[in-house]
């Protein structure tokens, strides 16, 4: 398809200028008018639902966990997590104190650290491992034992428990410098 000296491959959509002048040759004045509103319609319309589509996907990616069951997850946390996290999340399960584990468990009721972290790097922790996100070695990957959903459920559950409470606005991003007495020396009895 040629249109004064440029040439466009065929099957490309006319755009620009060129449009315009396709349709000033072959449109009344009327045609022209109307054909423009509706552009202007389409273009809006599409504009709008574009910002409210990213809008959706921003706050979804945002907090997954939201949707997740915590009650369920407080489950899987208890049958999974709590020998070496402690019920109330605090490191002190029971294999954290009598193996003396070197770096002791995350403090999940850690509010000043934990409400920093965004949730995909908890569930990146959780499902791969301490080592995959160079964490400690001694946490364990879930991923072949637990599904997304059920990790997402934990990650709920691990939420519920810092003090001060999580709110979602709190999450910072990923450089979260790691607290000192959390990471290193083990256990005191």
């Known amino acids: 398809v040629a ?6 491959p065929v099957g490309f959509p006319l755009q620009g200028e060129m449009l315009k002048r396709q349709i000033n040759g072959c449109l009344p004045i009327a045609g022209q008018k ?3 509103e509706w552009r202007l ?26 949707a997740a069951d915590a009650k369920k997850g407080s489950r899987i ?4 997590c709590v020998a070496c996290h402690g019920a109330e999340g ?18 999940h009721a850690n509010g000043d650290y934990m409400n920093k972290l965004p949730d995909m790097r908890l569930f990146r922790v959780i499902k791969y491992g301490g ?8 946490m364990p990957q879930w991923q072949h034992i637990l599904s997304d959903a059920d990790i ?15 709110e979602p606005g709190m999450v910072q991003g990923c450089m979260i410098p790691v607290p000192e007495n959390e990471r290193t020396g083990p256990l005191k009895k």
Request: aromatic letters at 8%; a positive charge.
């Open 131 to 138: 080592r995959a996100m160079n964490f400690s070695h001694i």
């Open 41 to 66: 319609i389409v273009r809006t319309r599409v504009s709008i639902f574009t910002v409210l589509a990213c809008c959706l996907l921003l706050y979804a990616s945002a907090t997954p966990a939201a």
């Open 152 to 166: 997402l459920d934990v990650l709920a559950h691990i939420r519920s428990l810092a003090d001060p409470p999580f």
């Open 34 to 36: 109307l054909f423009n």
């Open 90 to 107: 605090k490191g002190d399960g029971d294999r954290a104190k009598n193996e003396q584990l070197d770096p002791r468990p995350r403090v």
């Open 3 to 8: 249109m004064g000296s440029q040439e466009l």
């Open 77 to 80: 946390y208890s049958q999974y």
